[in-house]
Structure formats: structure tokens, C-alpha cells
Antibody, heavy 123, light 107 residues
């Protein structure tokens, strides 16, 4: 059973870079699935940041695209998020998730999630 | 971006009640509609994908319906463990977008 675990600093200074890693266990990152990042400001809703395929192909939310890089490390079975020029508005719980793209039509869903990690942007 | 609008934003209900949550997309998303449940301090959990297919392990009291732009999540008889926030999400196009959530509270 695939499990995901986020790791990285819980505090980032304004104008700095937020860097998180998601370790995939119980399965290979080399699969038909995409690997996503989703964030949730405290007490608010969910925002999709972007995703990566094991080949390195990426898809990003246009609202964040200029600041986001998502990459994959197949040798370590993990993928990463870099978000530059952060402000207080980037304070959120960051989740990594598997975007399951199955063979069944219309089946494209975030079916496995990490526990989430709170990142606070503050000096 | 496709906007997902949920209603109501919150509701109060009793154990055993039938609960209906609605989700409207700003354009047709065919059947690329998923529902998630999130409890405080936890990650979201997928309940239903492709409008009406129950994720493995999800109780049959949850059901989904709709197509195109209008969708519904129904809980046939609310249980104590169902008090949570529910989100709809479209996977038709990039960026993936979520509704703002419906908080189901105890009456």
C-alpha cells in the first residue's frame, strides 16, 4: 500500500524559498500516476499547486507557475516542491498526493495523501 | 480556470438525517468530478470519484450523482463519524480546482 510522507522546514523567511520533499513508500514512483502538491491555508480550502510524472513532465497552477518547480528523483523514490519568493500568503499546510490516472474513463483522483506539513512564512 | 461552487457552505444535521451537498462547475466537466472528506487535523480522503463510483472501503451510505455542471453528494443516514468538511474537485482540466467546502456540523 503506497504511503506518502512530506518533509522540510516548518519556517521560511519572507522572500525566501520553500522546499519540501515527499517520500513515496510501498510502491514505485515510476507508474502511470502523477504526483501532486496541494496546499491549504489554516482554516481555508484546498489549492492544487502542480504535479510531476516520473519522466519529469510537469503541470502547474498558472497562479503559481512563475514561482513553482516540482521535480522527481526516481533513485530515491521521491518528488519535491520548490516555491520561491514566498510571502505570508504562502503559509499553509502542504500536502503531497498521488494523482491516480486509472484505465477507467473519468477516473482521475487524488487517492493517496501524505499527512501534511505546516509551513509558516515569517521573519 | 474552472470554478467549483458548493452549497451550502455549512449545515447542521442530526445523526440519521439524509444530507445533500451540491457542487456546480462553471463549465461542463463531463464526469470528471470527485468528492473528498476532511476531518480536523487530517488530510482529505477521497470518497467518490467519476461522479458516482465509491472509493474502496467507503460506506454505501455515501452516493454521488450528476453530470456536466451540476453534481450532488448524498449521505443517506448521517453517522457520528461523518461530521466533517466535504470538498468537490474537478479533474477535467488544469488547474485542478476544488470547491470551497461544506462543513457538516452536529445539530
Amino acid at each position: 500500500q503506497v504511503q506518502l510522507q512530506e518533509s522540510g522546514p516548518g519556517l521560511v523567511k519572507p522572500s525566501g524559498t520553500l522546499s519540501l520533499t515527499c517520500a513515496v513508500s510501498g510502491g514505485s514512483i515510476v507508474s502511470s500516476n502523477w504526483w501532486s502538491w496541494v496546499r491549504q491555508p489554516p482554516g481555508k480550502g484546498l489549492e492544487w499547486i502542480g504535479e510531476v510524472f516520473h519522466s519529469g513532465s510537469t503541470k502547474y497552477n498558472p497562479s503559481l507557475k512563475s514561482r513553482v518547480t516540482i521535480s522527481v528523483d526516481k533513485s530515491k523514490n521521491q518528488f519535491s516542491l520548490n516555491l520561491t519568493s514566498v510571502t505570508a500568503a504562502d503559509t499553509a499546510i502542504y500536502y503531497c498526493a498521488r494523482d491516480r490516472v486509472a484505465t477507467v474513463v473519468y477516473d482521475d483522483t487524488f487517492d493517496v495523501w501524505g499527512q501534511g506539513t505546516l509551513v509558516t512564512v515569517s521573519s | 480556470d474552472i470554478q467549483m461552487t458548493q452549497s451550502p457552505s455549512s449545515l447542521s444535521a442530526s445523526v440519521g438525517d439524509r444530507v445533500t451537498i451540491r457542487c456546480r462547475a462553471s463549465q461542463s466537466i463531463r464526469s470528471y468530478l470527485n468528492w473528498y472528506q476532511q476531518k480536523p487535523g487530517e488530510a482529505p480522503k477521497v470518497l467518490i470519484y467519476a461522479v458516482s463510483t465509491l472509493q474502496s472501503g467507503v460506506p454505501s451510505r455515501f452516493s454521488g450523482s450528476g453530470s456536466g455542471t451540476d453534481f450532488t453528494l448524498t449521505i443517506s443516514a448521517l453517522q457520528p463519524e461523518d461530521f466533517a468538511t466535504y470538498y468537490c474537485q474537478q479533474s477535467y482540466s488544469i488547474p485542478r480546482t476544488f470547491g470551497h467546502g461544506t462543513k457538516v456540523e452536529i445539530k
